[in-house]
């Protein structure tokens, strides 16, 4: 197939051809050592920011709020190159979506995650499970002794969706045995490892870990 047929395709297949794993074949991301703290601001407030070499970009938000980052990855890589560090995109996995459209999301993730890692960037991974059964995918890609992003907004009031967090945590700590993890909203005390916490942006809608979905 042509670079160009590639190019309309809308799967950004010509972004280059990334180690992989798993059944699906998913981008494998490099581990990252992010020793120093950094504040976070959101992708959508990132492109009003003048001080970029101040802070790094998450993607805890909507995924309206950074299709464009997905639709123009070349444009979107030049600009967040100017940041110390991004986050991968958290694109939604959804408990009632279906799987088929779960794992495409976990393969965007880290096609733009691979991707950027090879332009140069600093890339901390978004690491995001919907249950049990998600374990045997929603890993794939992710690096081991790295440095990683998580999000507990929607998951600690319903008991159902703070057990369902509670158990992802722990598979990704087994799993991927993080040397630090980059965590926004609530920390159970549960939560083991080296936590540093990050207040959440919102607080009434459910996004990221998909699970909340289900138990609200």
């Known amino acids: 197939m042509s ?20 059944e699906y074949g998913i981008p494998v991301l490099q581990p990252v050592q992010l020793d120093q703290r950094l504040e976070w601001v959101r992708f959508n407030h990132a492109l009003r920011e003048t001080h970029r070499d101040r802070y790094g ?14 639709h123009d990855p070349p444009r979107y890589a030049l600009f967040l190159r100017q940041f110390p560090a991004v986050m991968t995109p958290d694109f939604s996995m959804f408990v ?12 965007r993730k880290h096609q733009l995650g691979a991707y950027w890692q090879r332009v140069g960037m600093t890339v901390v991974p978004t690491i995001g499970w919907i249950d049990q059964d998600s374990y045997s995918w929603c890993f794939d890609g992710e690096p081991e002794g790295s440095t990683v992003a998580v999000s507990s907004v929607g998951t600690q ?60």
Request: negative net charge.
């Open 96 to 107: 009632d979506y279906p799987k088929a459209v779960q794992i495409y999301n976990h393969w």
């Open 57 to 70: 970009v998450q993607f805890f938000i909507d995924d309206y709020l950074f299709q464009r980052a997905w």
């Open 3 to 22: 670079l160009e047929a590639l190019k309309r395709n809308g799967h950004n297949l010509e972004l280059g051809a990334f180690d992989r794993a798993g």
């Open 157 to 216: 009031k319903n008991p159902e969706a703070r057990k369902l967090f509670l158990a992802g945590y722990n598979e990704m700590m087994i799993r991927l045995q993080p040397t630090k993890i980059i965590f926004f909203g609530d920390v159970p005390d549960e939560c083991q490892g080296d936590i540093e916490q990050h207040d959440a942006y919102y607080h009434t809608f459910t996004k990221g870990l998909s699970f909340a979905d289900k138990a609200r």
